[in-house]
């Protein structure tokens, strides 16, 4: 080799095929590196920078140059390595990108492709299934593990009256029983809502409840209030909140079918009831609780349009960036409101 010849660093070299390890060293003559065996000799491999593979520096883990006859030199020297890419303005991102086969890229777009049909086709289809094969055993304990959660955590007991809670539970009996669960599918319970403040919510299993700040704002209007566990009955009756924990859980597991391992989150998807309360419902959903609760209130005869009433009660009283979680999972916009009202009109039903 010609005189301009630099030592790079010590290490050891590896034949093709083999586990043996010799000392050596790793040299350069421009952009040709080579090895030599600490014994001397002629060099045992060769090879330009551009064929060859130099491993990326991951803490102190030795560094690995790969010759294109198989042969391997493996080095501790990760600085001095380091600084024969940088003499070469070869930065670890810039080598990666030189060395970026296009198979690799049409794998890549391939895996996005797949993971994009998995998530419109495979959960939609698979989510369903769940379902309908979900028991009631598994629904009624999400529901308990919720409820408990949110007990222990932010709601405390009741302070409404033993006569108003009778009042608000004859009226959504009267509901209930025109919906396909009838009156026993369904459990209203009342609660102080803290944190939460105005808020109603439904979970799988028919497990309603109610807060204290809710009925509050409604303002004795019982019509708002059926309208809103109306509208909690048709979350129940179309299963919302079971699709959406599943959705969240396939997203999940999709997420690690792409990225590999994500900590706790998939885990507590599956098994944290409370983590019904964090499942925002979608558009379509809440459309099809408010259709539902139109439907129902013209029924009994009561106001069909009272659920958007409340929308605008809501608005009105805590304002649209107000401190109520009940706006944010249950957003009551005026396209929503009309879309209520237009309904009602549809199914020719009365109501101020």
Do not use: C
């Not at 007990?151 to 108003?164: C, G, M, N, V, W």
């Not at 909690?232 to 699709?243: A, K, N, Q």
């Not at 959406?244 to 994500?262: E, F, K, P, S, T």
């Amino acid at each position: 080799m010609a005189s301009d010849d630099k030592r790079i660093a010590a290490g050891r070299w590896h034949p093709p095929g083999s586990s043996r390890a010799e000392p050596a060293l790793l040299l350069s003559e421009g952009k040709t590196l080579y090895v030599r065996l600490a014994a001397g000799g002629d060099p045992v491999s060769v090879g330009d920078m551009a064929r060859t593979e130099i491993s990326a520096r991951v803490g102190r883990i030795p560094r690995r140059v790969g010759f294109a006859d198989g042969s391997l030199f493996e080095t501790e020297d990760n600085d001095a390595i380091d600084l024969f890419l940088k003499r070469h303005g070869k930065t670890g991102f810039v080598h990666e990108l030189e060395r970026f086969h296009p198979r690799l890229l049409a794998f890549v777009v391939a895996v996005f492709l797949l993971a994009g049909m998995i998530y419109r086709y495979a959960v939609p289809a698979l989510v369903e299934v769940a379902v309908l094969v979900t028991p009631p055993a598994v629904t009624q304990w999400m529901a308990s593990g919720t409820l408990l959660s949110l007990d222990q955590a932010i709601f405390s007991e009741t302070r409404l009256p033993e006569a108003r809670q009778t009042e608000i539970r004859q009226a959504f009996n009267e509901i209930a029983a025109l919906s396909s669960r009838g009156v026993a599918g369904y459990n209203l319970n009342f609660r102080q809502g803290g944190a939460i403040g105005p808020n109603a919510f439904a979970l799988p299993d028919g497990t309603l409840v109610i807060t204290d700040e809710l009925i509050e704002l409604a303002d004795g209007d019982m019509d708002m209030i059926t309208g809103v566990l109306a509208h909690e009955i048709g979350h129940v009756e179309e299963e919302h909140s079971l699709r959406q924990l599943y959705r969240a859980a396939g997203m999940a597991g999709l997420i690690m079918l792409i990225a590999g391992d994500v900590g706790a989150a998939g885990e507590d998807i599956l098994t944290n009831g409370a983590a019904l309360m964090s499942l925002s419902h979608s558009r379509d959903a809440e459309n099809e609780a408010d259709r539902i609760s139109v439907e129902l209130m013209a029924k009994a005869g009561r106001d069909p349009r009272a659920i958007g009433r409340f929308f605008a009660r809501l608005e009105e009283k805590l304002g649209l960036g107000g401190d109520s979680s009940f706006l944010s999972t249950h957003p009551g916009t005026a396209e929503r409101r009309k879309a209520i009202d237009d309904h009602a009109r549809a199914i020719g039903a009365g109501g101020t």
